[in-house]
């Protein structure tokens, strides 16, 4: 009752007092055309005066009443001389106050009997009015949240990468469900004109639209961070640095910065307190860790760089704890050892997110409302088809004297972007492929320009095949073996190195010939092993 | 054809010529390499360093130029020494036999200071 008094006509008729025709504050010697007034009167549901009106639902002269009530006091004081209650099913809602007659008479029997018919009907349809008055400030202040959401949610779906970049040999997926109260969880990627992608996830506590505010200065934060140094631990340093001074006390940002190398697979990576992520591998699925305070905490924070490297079909999770803190009915929350078991039973691939959603789903059950924003980032690296072959590229080059080192970059460029080989092996295959095609094309195409090489690059799970053609039929190539002391003494020509080189630096050579083509397949395997020559 | 024309700078010190490479060394660069090979084979100069630290490409014909130059240098007496090799051509040069017959240091400084 104490709420519903204070404001009784300010809901019925609005916050200005004038408007509430019906109830005049006494004035004895009021003018006739005074206007009436709300009087604001707080009645406590202890206020003795409550408690009387609610045994005593009649209209009564306040001279009668004498006890101890503030709200008794506070009606003498305004010059009212008798008060009706308005009572609706059983509860007092309002008060009529009145002052003294015109005529200076006191009321009359009559007067009090009108009076209290006229409470009667009137506390019903003053009910009504109220409840509403109530409904439309509630209607108004659900609409004040949703719309302060629909700002949250713009800002976040407006800053997260509309699309995943491609990268040659990799698959990326992303994912992102913003709970119903939004959150500041986002995700990001940033390309650098070496290649090398950033990969960034982070969750902002607090929700709505102050953790949107604070995402989205974290997100500009890192991304001109990474323009300047490309080194996770740095990035995040200078992010913390940035964020301490300024943000909202009590807030605080987590996040997971990595660069990938997609040549090689390296995978450099420092964490401000952010879910650890998840690496498959052959070897089953890790947790890849590095320490770091959450950013915005404290100044000066160091971050720890770690790195990995993701070999063909690893993969790596990303992920904001609406994953892993999504609860089922019985209050057990889906965490850590799930996500962990759950990433080890599925060969991973486009298909994870989904899996890993509906596993989610399996174990919330179909009641659940979501308590968290969610993002998940994966990026995989292709596996090589086991036992067969992919084709990675396949071309044709003119016989022309140093064409071989355009040749030898181009078949190196495809080798590289499906990271097929390590560094090492890779420069080997790129003399072995230097010396085979000036072979081609001297000898096999007699450098005639409009006749070509042909290139074929492929891989398989444990090795990259490269096959040379040239037009040259199966003519007589063979050499004799380079012998440096003869060489030196002039028993030999200084040339000749060429099939000594491709033989050193591949572990197979494979020689195919007809009357119109003749073709050197160089293999060379991922691992080093022992050649056993 | 795109490919680096070795381009050849060469220099005293002491007993020894350097000569410093930049480019490509393969069949383009016989005529540079004899050149700068020519300038620094003086009759004082005991020992030419030949420093391959922005060479970025050997085949098997720079290779027979660089044989070429080591059987000149020991006819006349002289020892031809390399800085500078990428671990890949280093390679090169163990299994071309390369190295039983040219020192290979890791960087000028130390190629001058053991054999000044």
Same mark, same amino acid.
């Given at each position: 009752?104490?709420?519903?008094?204070?404001?009784?006509?300010?809901?019925?008729?609005?916050?200005?007092?004038?408007?509430?025709?019906?109830?005049?504050?006494?004035?004895?010697?009021? =003018?006739?055309?005074?206007?009436?007034?709300?009087?604001?009167?707080?009645?406590?549901?202890?206020?003795?005066?409550?408690?009387?009106?609610?045994?005593?639902?009649?209209?009564?002269?306040?001279?009668?009443?004498?006890?101890?009530?503030?709200?008794?006091?506070?009606?003498?004081?305004?010059?009212?001389?008798?008060?009706?209650?308005?009572?609706?099913?059983?509860?007092?809602?309002?008060?009529?106050?009145?002052?003294?007659?015109?005529?200076?008479?006191?009321?009359?029997?009559?007067?009090?009997?009108?009076?209290?018919?006229?409470?009667?009907?009137?506390?019903?349809?003053?009910?009504?009015?109220?409840?509403?008055?109530?409904?439309?400030?509630?209607?108004?202040?659900?609409?004040?949240?949703?719309?302060?959401?629909?700002?949250?949610?713009?800002?976040?779906?407006?800053?997260?990468?509309?699309?995943?970049?491609?990268?040659?040999?990799?698959?990326?997926?992303?994912?992102?469900?913003?709970?119903?109260?939004?959150?500041?969880?986002?995700?990001?990627?940033?390309?650098?004109?070496?290649?090398?992608?950033?990969?960034?996830?982070?969750?902002? +506590?607090?929700?709505?639209?102050?953790?949107?505010?604070?995402?989205?200065?974290?997100?500009?934060?890192?991304?001109?961070?990474?323009?300047?140094?490309?080194?996770?631990?740095?990035?995040?340093?200078?992010?913390?640095?940035?964020?301490?001074?300024?943000?909202?006390?009590?807030?605080?940002?987590?996040?997971?910065?990595?660069?990938?190398?997609?040549?090689?697979?390296?995978?450099?990576?420092?964490?401000?307190?952010?879910?650890? =992520?998840?690496?498959?591998?052959?070897?089953?699925?890790?947790?890849?860790?590095?320490?770091?305070?959450?950013?915005?905490?404290?100044?000066?924070?160091?971050?720890?760089?770690?790195?990995?490297?993701?070999?063909?079909?690893?993969?790596?999770?990303?992920?904001?704890?609406?994953?892993?803190?999504?609860?089922?009915?019985?209050?057990?929350?889906?965490?850590?050892?799930?996500?962990?078991?759950?990433?080890?039973?599925?060969?991973?691939?486009?298909?994870?997110?989904?899996?890993?959603?509906?596993?989610?789903?399996?174990?919330?059950?179909?009641?659940?409302?979501?308590?968290?924003?969610?993002?998940?980032?994966?990026?995989?690296?292709?596996?090589?088809?086991?036992?067969?072959?992919?084709?990675?590229?396949?071309?044709?080059?003119?016989?022309?004297?140093?064409?071989?080192?355009?040749?030898?970059?181009?078949?190196?460029?495809?080798?590289?972007?499906?990271?097929?080989? =390590?560094?090492?092996?890779?420069?080997?295959?790129?003399?072995?492929?230097?010396?085979? +095609?000036?072979?081609?094309?001297?000898?096999?195409?007699?450098?005639?320009?409009?006749?070509?090489?042909?290139?074929?690059?492929?891989?398989?799970?444990?090795?990259?095949?490269?096959?040379?053609?040239?037009?040259?039929?199966?003519?007589?190539?063979?050499?004799?073996? =380079?012998?440096?002391?003869?060489?030196?003494?002039?028993?030999?020509?200084?040339?000749?190195?060429?099939?000594?080189?491709?033989?050193?630096?591949?572990?197979?050579?494979?020689?195919?010939?007809?009357?119109?083509?003749? +073709?050197?397949?160089?293999?060379?395997?991922?691992?080093?092993?022992?050649?056993?020559? | 054809?795109?490919?680096?024309?070795?381009?050849?700078?060469?220099?005293?010190?002491?007993?020894?010529?350097?000569?410093?490479?930049?480019?490509?060394? %393969?069949?383009?660069?016989?005529?540079?390499? #004899?050149?700068?090979?020519?300038?620094?084979?003086?009759?004082?100069?005991?020992?030419?360093?030949?420093?391959?630290?922005?060479? %970025?490409?050997? #085949?098997?014909?720079?290779?027979?130029?660089?044989?070429?130059?080591?059987?000149?240098?020991?006819?006349?007496?002289?020892?031809?020494?390399?800085?500078?090799?990428?671990?890949?051509?280093?390679?090169?040069?163990?299994?071309?036999?390369?190295?039983?017959?040219?020192?290979?240091?890791?960087?000028?400084?130390?190629?001058?200071?053991? #054999?000044?």
């Amino acid at each position: 009752m104490s709420n519903l008094l204070p404001s009784l006509w300010q809901r019925l008729f609005g916050t200005g007092r004038r408007a509430a025709p019906t109830l005049a504050e006494p004035r004895p010697a009021a =003018p006739l055309a005074a206007p009436p007034t709300v009087l604001d009167l707080d009645i406590a549901p202890t206020d003795p005066l409550a408690v009387y009106f609610q045994a005593n639902a009649q209209p009564v002269e306040l001279d009668k009443l004498n006890f101890e009530s503030p709200a008794l006091q506070r009606l003498k004081a305004s010059g009212a001389k008798l008060v009706v209650p308005l009572v609706s099913q059983g509860e007092l809602i309002g008060l009529i106050n009145l002052g003294p007659r015109r005529s200076e008479q006191d009321y009359s029997a009559d007067d009090r009997g009108l009076l209290s018919n006229l409470a009667t009907q009137a506390a019903p349809a003053v009910r009504v009015a109220q409840l509403v008055r109530q409904q439309q400030l509630e209607a108004q202040e659900r609409e004040r949240m949703e719309q302060e959401l629909r700002v949250a949610r713009l800002i976040q779906q407006t800053l997260l990468p509309r699309e995943l970049p491609a990268l040659a040999g990799w698959q990326l997926s992303a994912y992102y469900q913003p709970a119903r109260a939004v959150g500041g969880d986002f995700y990001d990627f940033v390309r650098f004109d070496d290649g090398r992608l950033a990969l960034i996830i982070g969750d902002v +506590t607090d929700k709505g639209v102050p953790a949107a505010l604070v995402m989205a200065t974290t997100r500009s934060i890192l991304r001109s961070g990474a323009q300047r140094w490309a080194a996770p631990g740095r990035v995040l340093e200078y992010a913390n640095d940035m964020l301490v001074g300024d943000i909202p006390p009590k807030m605080f940002v987590t996040c997971l910065f990595a660069v990938l190398e997609p040549a090689t697979g390296r995978l450099v990576f420092a964490n401000a307190g952010h879910d650890l =992520p998840y690496r498959r591998h052959a070897g089953g699925v890790a947790e890849m860790r590095a320490v770091g305070m959450p950013l915005g905490l404290l100044p000066g924070m160091h971050y720890e760089e770690r790195e990995v490297v993701l070999e063909p079909g690893d993969s790596v999770l990303l992920y904001s704890d609406g994953l892993v803190e999504a609860h089922n009915p019985a209050r057990e929350m889906f965490g850590f050892p799930r996500l962990q078991a759950c990433l080890g039973r599925h060969p991973g691939g486009a298909g994870l997110v989904d899996f890993l959603l509906a596993e989610r789903a399996r174990f919330v059950g179909p009641d659940w409302d979501q308590e968290d924003d969610t993002a998940l980032v994966i990026v995989q690296r292709e596996a090589l088809p086991a036992g067969g072959w992919q084709t990675l590229a396949s071309f044709d080059w003119p016989s022309e004297p140093g064409n071989e080192r355009l040749a030898m970059e181009k078949v190196a460029e495809a080798v590289r972007q499906h990271a097929a080989l =390590p560094p090492g092996r890779l420069e080997k295959l790129k003399t072995a492929v230097a010396e085979a +095609t000036m072979n081609a094309m001297e000898h096999g195409n007699k450098f005639q320009p409009d006749v070509c090489v042909h290139f074929e690059v492929r891989a398989s799970a444990g090795a990259v095949a490269v096959q040379i053609t040239d037009q040259g039929g199966a003519p007589d190539r063979a050499a004799e073996t =380079p012998n440096l002391d003869a060489k030196l003494a002039g028993q030999q020509s200084p040339r000749g190195w060429g099939l000594f080189l491709i033989k050193n630096m591949v572990d197979e050579m494979h020689v195919t010939s007809d009357r119109h083509t003749h +073709t050197v397949e160089l293999v060379m395997r991922r691992e080093e092993s022992n050649r056993g020559d | 054809m795109a490919t680096k024309a070795l381009e050849t700078s060469v220099r005293r010190a002491g007993v020894v010529s350097v000569i410093s490479l930049e480019g490509e060394i %393969d069949g383009f660069a016989e005529e540079a390499l #004899n050149h700068a090979y020519t300038a620094a084979a003086a009759p004082d100069v005991t020992a030419v360093l030949l420093k391959f630290d922005r060479v %970025d490409y050997i #085949n098997s014909t720079g290779i027979a130029l660089i044989v070429g130059l080591l059987a000149q240098a020991r006819k006349s007496g002289r020892r031809l020494l390399t800085s500078g090799l990428s671990q890949h051509y280093r390679e090169i040069f163990q299994i071309t036999r390369l190295s039983d017959f040219m020192q290979i240091y890791p960087d000028e400084a130390t190629a001058l200071a053991q #054999n000044a």
